[in-house]
């Protein structure tokens, strides 16, 4: 599921742009992409500034704009986020408009970031003012391409985008793993709406999982949790609108429809129907439409043959069974993601609070009087040091904190997991896709020879 929200850029281009194609962000800039530009910020700023110069800047002092797409943990890899972004750009500006999207991975969940030039490439219109602001903003359009977009992908979509007081779902994806009862109930409860069938069995499944429930429709206040060991019940808009009653019934869906079938649209084959008028009346289009299905059916036979599927009843199951490899690789993935993510803020944290360490430590050699001058001198790096502290601390309570080699080498052994992981995830998306082409193709193929078989037993009735 994602969400997006937009803003307009007036003087901060180049830097909003640096700060999106930021390499620590984006896999050292492998997860960039850019249209009518270049993917360096610099030099896509000033390729944005030519048009301007060249075109103005149509009926206002806007130079960008910059939308934020953000995914649910879980749901996407990053080149699948990259994807579904570029997809928005190109039905959003019809490439028309130069732009460069970013997605980043150095959070608990992926986003893009994709900013472009608010100066039509032809015609130096403005975007702001392509639409009437009043009856259907450019924010508004832009949510539901996106929405549309994520339904293609299989994806879930916010039914109620107005969360009032309501916490975002990726305000929780940032919280810290299990430095809270939230966090320790998210988790728990992420395991259940996985595994549950309908909202009755999450019920149930919380319950068998020492998680206790307590689910009233007609209150106000319809859902509220309690972890074995927990004080108090946690209400369920508490900890996010993603664990309310709606959004959970809707996550149930997609992650049994992930089990259960392999796309949740039809894939256009190219089978063609004879049954229609125009091939009954001319016998030479109908043998060429029937030489065409042939070619088509040699490919379903070859698809068959490559996924070693031994018959047409075998399809759908090795489509099920395909669809639930790629929903495993895809929790796979993001939890490296977030053990890379989590560990390389701590390798920051650390290499800070040794930078500022002789800092601190000369400070305590210093009287009393001088420290204080001394603090106000060093209060910039005192405070980042005493921030690196606490994360440290945090992450490992017990003081026992592992060198920057142990932990870069434990990182590199997970991008290289990650790495391993994309590619067998690769591999079996274009496996799924194959086999539900196959599918739909022999689908169609039959209901066409059971449509001309009933034309033909008319024709013979009517004799």
Excluded at 49 to 68: D, F, K, S, W
Excluded at 331 to 336: F, P
Excluded at 383 to 407: F, H, R, V, W
Aim: charged share 30%; hydrophobic share 30%.
């Amino acid at each position: 599921m994602a969400t997006t929200s937009v803003h307009s850029i007036y003087v901060t281009q180049s830097k909003a742009l640096e700060y999106i194609i930021n390499p620590e962000k984006t896999e050292n800039g492998l997860l960039v992409d850019s249209f009518a530009c270049s993917n360096d910020p610099k030099l896509a700023a000033q390729m944005f500034e030519a048009v301007r110069n060249r075109l103005g800047t149509g009926r206002g002092n806007i130079l960008a704009q910059h939308i934020h797409q953000n995914f649910a943990p879980g749901e996407v890899t990053p080149e699948e986020a990259l994807q579904i972004g570029l997809e928005l750009c190109r039905k959003l500006l019809k490439n028309e408009y130069q732009f460069v999207i970013a997605t980043h991975v150095d959070k608990a969940h992926v986003h893009n970031h994709i900013i472009f030039n608010n100066t039509n490439l032809y015609n130096g219109k403005s975007f702001c003012y392509l639409e009437d602001r009043k009856s259907n903003p450019s924010f508004q359009k832009i949510r539901e391409m996106s929405d549309e977009l994520c339904r293609e992908h299989q994806l879930s979509v916010i039914e109620n985008p107005q969360l009032g007081k309501g916490q975002k779902w990726y305000e929780w994806s940032q919280d810290k793993e299990g430095q809270s009862w939230k966090s320790k109930l998210r988790y728990e409860l992420d395991c259940v709406i996985m595994r549950s069938d309908t909202f009755d069995d999450f019920l149930e499944k919380c319950k068998a999982n020492n998680i206790e429930v307590v689910y009233n429709p007609n209150h106000k206040i319809d859902l509220k949790f309690r972890l074995k060991g927990q004080e108090r019940f946690t209400r369920a808009k508490t900890i996010g609108w993603y664990y309310e009653t709606p959004q959970i019934k809707k996550r149930i869906a997609n992650f049994k429809r992930h089990r259960e079938q392999s796309i949740s649209y039809t894939p256009r084959t190219k089978i063609i129907d004879t049954s229609s008028e125009k091939f009954q009346e001319a016998k030479g289009l109908e043998r060429w439409a029937d030489i065409q299905n042939m070619k088509e059916a040699a490919r379903v036979i070859d698809i068959l043959t490559q996924y070693k599927i031994e018959s047409t009843d075998a399809v759908q199951p090795a489509a099920i069974t395909a669809s639930m490899h790629r929903a495993k690789l895809v929790a796979e993935l993001n939890t490296l993601q977030n053990e890379i993510t989590g560990i390389s803020e701590t390798i920051e944290a650390l290499r800070v609070f040794q930078k500022y360490r002789p800092i601190m430590q000369h400070m305590k050699t210093l009287s009393d009087r001088k420290k204080k001058s001394y603090a106000e001198k060093y209060a910039h790096e005192i405070e980042k040091y005493k921030a690196a502290g606490s994360k440290l601390k945090a992450a490992y309570p017990d003081g026992k904190i592992p060198s920057e080699e142990t932990l870069v080498k434990q990182r590199n052994i997970w991008i290289e997991q990650r790495e391993r992981s994309n590619s067998e995830y690769q591999s079996v998306k274009a496996e799924l896709k194959d086999i539900d082409y196959a599918r739909q193709a022999i689908d169609d193929y039959l209901q066409m020879q059971h449509t001309v078989s009933e034309q033909k037993k008319r024709e013979g009735d009517l004799e």
